[in-house]
């Protein structure tokens, strides 16, 4: 049931993103593309934070 709700909740999400780079025209895809590029700067941040905490928890001298 989750994972149905995750896939329905990312298929409105790409929904808005089309509509809205089709709404604002000639600039739709820059505009498309700075909103995709801003979440995966977002996404691969707290991948890179996730992995150094797990650095972190492996290694409990502090050293790594």
Known sequence: MITLLRCAGLGLVLIVAL???VFV???????FA???GTVM???ISAAAGA?????LDANPEGEL
């Open 51 to 55: 992995m150094f905490d797990v650095q």
């Open 25 to 31: 025209g000639d600039q739709g895809p820059w505009y």
């Open 19 to 21: 509509l809205f780079a």
């Open 34 to 36: 700075w909103v995709v």
């Open 41 to 43: 700067i977002a996404l």
